[in-house]
C-alpha cells in the first residue's frame, strides 16, 4: 500500500495497525491539528486551509505525516524496518509494549533492508576493528550502491547526486544514531526522527533512530537506552556493512543533551561489575551473560557527534523543562549534567549548531560547549544560523538549511 496527498486522513487511520504506531511515530498532538470536519478531505485539501502548530504551512505537517505512514509501512508490510526492543533485544517493540512503558516502550529503528547490501562488503568488522581501518574513501554508497559526490554550494548546501553505479561496493559504511529532542517528555520522530533517518540514508549513511525513555523516568535511564543502542549497532555492524568505529550519535536539542552526556558520562555507565552495568542487565534478559564480559565502556561510546540547538547547560541560560523532566529536580545532578563541565580529552569530534533566533533553547548553550570543547582539544565546529528557530530539524527554508552540507564536509573533509 502506498498512501498520498490524495487520501485522506480517515483513510490512513482506518487501515490495518496504522492508528496505534501512528501515535508513536506522529503523535497524538499532531494528529490534532487536522481540523475534525476535514477527516474525510484529501490531503492535498487540507494543507489549503489547516494551521500548523509551529508558524510554518501545513504543507509541512502533512509531509511529516506521510514519513511516518511510511515508516509504519515499512514496520508491519514491507519489514524493511524492525522496532528492536533494546532491552529484550531479541523480541520486536509494538505499540503494546509502548503501554507497559518504562522499559518496555525502548526500541531501535533498524534498516532491515541494509542486510541485503551488507553482505557484498569485502572487509569483515573484526577486520576493521584488527587493523584499525575506516570507513571513508572517494565514495559514499545510496541503497547499497557508490554515488559520486557533488561539491556543496557556495551556500554549503548539498546536492543530491544522480550518478549512481551498478558496481558493488567494497567499503563498510557510516552509521548514525538519531535521538529526537522532546525536552526529556516525549520523542518527537515525526519532525527530527523520520525525515532526517530518510535523508540521510540517501546521503550514504545507515541510519536508526532511537525511542529512549523520558518522564517519568529519570536521569540515567535515557542515557542507558542510548548506551545500549550503540553497542547494539556496533555489535551488528557486520550484518547491517557498518564500520564499527563510524558510529556517530545525532540529537536535537534534549535528544543533542542525551548524545553528549552519553559521551561525556559513558564511563560511569559500565563502571559496575558485568553483570550489573547497563549492558549486563539487557543481557540478562536474554540468558546470555557471556556477553558481558565485552562491554566495555569502548564499546557504547559514539565515535562522533552532532549536535543541534543543543540543550547543553542547566546552570546558565538553560531549559528548565529539560532538567525537570530528566531529574525530577533532583538539584545535586544540575552541575554533573551541565555538560560544558564534564568535557575531556576523550570526547569524541563534534558537529554542533543553533539559530541565533532560538526562543526555546539558548544558543547560547552551543557557544559554551564550543568553548569546552576548545580548552579540551576536541576537533569540532560550531556553525550559528540567524534564523530558523527551534525545532526546525532539517531546517529548509530556513538559513540553517546547509548545516546538512557543512555537517558532511565537516567530518568527511575534501570529499563533499
Known amino acids: 500500500m502506498e498512501f498520498t496527498r490524495y487520501h485522506s486522513l480517515r483513510n490512513i487511520l482506518d487501515y490495518p495497525e496504522m492508528k496505534p504506531y501512528l501515535n ?20 492535498a485539501q487540507v494543507e489549503r486551509f489547516a494551521k500548523c502548530r509551529w508558524d510554518a504551512p501545513f504543507f509541512e505537517a502533512t509531509n511529516q505525516l506521510l514519513d511516518a505512514v511510511q515508516t509504519v509501512l515499512d514496520i508491519t508490510e514491507k519489514k524493511s524496518r524492525r522496532c528492536v526492543a533494546l532491552w529484550e ?30 553482505s557484498t562488503s569485502k572487509r569483515s568488522v573484526s577486520e576493521v576493528l584488527r587493523t584499525g581501518g575506516r570507513f571513508v574513501s572517494d565514495t559514499a554508497y545510496l541503497s547499497g550502491h ?65 525511542k529512549y525513555r523520558v518522564a517519568p523516568n529519570r536521569y540515567p535511564a535515557p542515557q542507558e537506552d542510548l548506551a545500549l543502542a550503540i553497542r547494539y549497532v556496533r555489535k551488528h555492524a557486520s550484518d547491517y556493512g557498518v564500520d564499527p568505529q ?8 534534549a535528544g543533542a543533551h542525551l548524545c553528549a552526556s552519553l559521551s561525556c558520562l559513558y564511563e560511569e555507565l559500565t563502571a559496575k561489575s558485568d553483570h550489573e552495568n547497563v549492558c549486563g542487565e539487557a543481557d540478562k534478559k536474554q540468558n546470555n551473560l557471556s556477553d558481558t564480559a565485552f562491554c566495555s565502556s569502548a564499546e557504547i561510546r559514539p565515535d562522533k557527534l552532532c549536535l ?21 529536580g533532583d538539584e545535586s545532578l544540575r552541575r554533573r549534567l551541565s555538560l560544558e563541565k564534564q568535557v575531556t580529552r576523550t570526547f569524541p569530534p563534534v558537529f554542533l549548531w543553533a539559530c541565533t533566533d532560538d526562543a526555546s533553547v539558548p544558543f547560547s548553550n552551543a557557544v559554551r560547549m564550543t568553548d569546552a570543547l576548545k580548552q579540551a582539544g576536541i576537533p569540532h565546529m560550531l556553525r550559528l544560523y540567524p534564523q530558523g528557530g527551534h525545532g526546525c530539524n532539517l531546517a529548509f527554508g530556513t538559513s540553517a538549511h546547509s548545516w546538512t552540507g557543512e555537517m558532511l564536509r565537516f567530518f568527511f573533509p575534501g570529499r563533499f
Not at 531479541?90 to 512503558?101: I, V
Not at 529532542?181 to 549513511?205: D, I, K, Q, T, W
Not at 563510524?246 to 536539542?253: Q, T, V, Y
Request: proline content about 9%; overall charge negative; glycine content about 10%.
Open 24 to 43: 508513536v511515530f506522529f503523535s497524538e498532538k499532531n494528529l490534532a491539528m487536522f481540523p475534525k470536519d476535514s477527516l474525510d478531505l484529501p490531503l
Open 146 to 210: 557508490p554515488v559520486m559526490h557533488v561539491p556543496c554550494g557556495a551556500d554549503g548546501q548539498l546536492p543530491l547526486s544522480d550518478k549512481v553505479f551498478s558496481e558493488t561496493p567494497s567499503r563498510l559504511r557510516p552509521a548514525v544514531v538519531i535521538c529526537p529532542g522532546g525536552g526529556y517528555e516525549r520523542v518527537c520522530f515525526s519532525g527530527e526522527g523520520n525525515p532526517v533517518m530518510r535523508f540521510l540514508e540517501a546521503h550514504g549513511y545507515v541510519a536508526f533512530v532511537l
Open 89 to 118: 533485544p531479541e523480541k520486536d517493540w509494538t505499540p503494546e509494549r509502548e503501554r507497559l512503558g518504562g522499559k518496555n516502550s525502548v526500541f531501535l529503528l533498524t534498516p532491515e533492508f541494509e542486510k541485503m547490501h551488507s
Open 246 to 253: 563510524n558510529i556517530m550519535a545525532m540529537g536535537f536539542s
Open 308 to 328: 543541534a540547538y543543543p540543550v547543553i547547560s542547566f546552570e546558565k541560560e538553560y531549559h528548565e523543562g529539560s532538567f525537570q523532566a530528566l531529574t525530577g
